[in-house]
């Protein structure tokens, strides 16, 4: 396996390491905040939510026009 294979698939879970990273932040505060606040952290699992849709929207667009401008690998024996 290759660095630029390796790379890929981490770029390629960045939404779920963003939801999940996110969760866990949220729990950890969720103990640290009043019960008055805590329309503060619905917010803020809005907030990771949406941010996860973004990457997911953007990481979609990179991996279309990655596909669209590749390169075609042709055999040594076909005609041009």
Known sequence: MTAATLLSWIVASLPEILVVT????????????????????VWASV????????????????ASYLAANRPVMRSRGAAL
């Open 22 to 41: 996110g969760a866990c932040i949220l729990l950890i505060v969720g103990q640290l905040v009043r019960k008055d606040q805590r329309h503060v952290l």
């Open 47 to 62: 907030a990771v939510v949406i941010m996860a849709a973004l990457a997911t929207f953007m990481l979609a667009g990179e």
